[in-house]
T-cell receptor, first 112, second 114 residues
Framework: AQTVTQSQPEMSVQEAETVTLSCTYD???????LFWYKQPPSRQMILVIR??????QNATENRFSVNFQKAAKSFSLKISDSQLGDAAMYFC?????????FGAGTRLTVKP | DAGVIQSPRHEVTEMGQEVTLRCKPI?????LFWYRQTMMRGLELLIY????????DSGMPEDRFSAKMPNASFSTLKIQPSEPRDSAVYFC????????????FGAGSRLTVL
């Protein structure tokens, strides 16, 4: 099964600034999908952004974008113009053949 | 659609008791997943079903854990007997059949075993 590593247990960012959360993964498959999920204190898992591994173009969703480096097996999340509501745990995930594995998460704090 | 529905939201029980967690997936989704979240181990995939059939249960911790999916709209995760180390948040998620499909999660069931 694939593995996912998030090397930053905690990150903080000033409101309106930009922050990048890191994620690396390992998989033997060539066809897979990458995701970032957000988990606020309510504990609900919310999809932030999705990337297909076969696509070279980096996915973007409003203030959220990814830097996908397939050869390096890296999938970082950039949050622009950070807002207080972005404070949460962020989980990187890799999905192959309907088997989705998560990293340990990064806790993001947003300072007003 | 009401999303993935889990019950109970919170469960407190004593060691040795049987615990049953329930999940109703999104209608039309043919994959269902059970995850466990703890501080120490993060989010762990326990088991997943496709069209009500268990596909991979390699993440189930031990024989005290069992999961069933009797029909397309209902699944259970049972722990018997429960132990304090089973205390965790248990998530159910469902998705469609494409590999690109996103997993939609329920709100989770927080289990505390005393």
């Amino acid at each position: 099964a694939q593995t996912v590593t998030q090397s930053q247990p905690e990150m903080s960012v000033q409101e309106a600034e930009t922050v990048t959360l890191s994620c690396t993964y390992d998989t033997s498959e060539s066809d897979y999908y990458l995701f970032w999920y957000k988990q606020p204190p309510s504990r609900q898992m919310i999809l932030v952004i999705r990337q297909e591994a076969y696509k070279q173009q980096n996915a973007t969703e409003n203030r959220f974008s990814v830097n996908f480096q397939k050869a390096a097996k890296s999938f970082s999340l950039k949050i622009s113009d950070s807002q207080l509501g972005d404070a949460a745990m962020y989980f990187c995930a890799v999905k192959n053949n309907n088997d989705m594995r998560f990293g340990a998460g990064t806790r993001l704090t947003v300072k007003p | 659609d009401a999303g993935v529905i889990q019950s109970p939201r919170h469960e407190v029980t004593e060691m040795g008791q049987e615990v049953t967690l329930r999940c109703k997936p999104i209608s039309g989704h043919d994959y269902l997943f059970w995850y466990r979240q703890t501080m120490m181990r993060g989010l762990e995939l326990l088991i997943y079903f496709n069209n009500n059939v268990p596909i991979d249960d390699s993440g189930m911790p031990e024989d005290r854990f069992s999961a069933k999916m009797p029909n397309a709209s209902f699944s259970t995760l049972k722990i018997q007997p429960s132990e304090p180390r089973d205390s965790a948040v248990y998530f159910c998620a469902s998705s469609g059949s494409s590999g690109a499909n996103v997993l939609t999660f329920g709100a989770g069931s927080r289990l505390t075993v005393l």
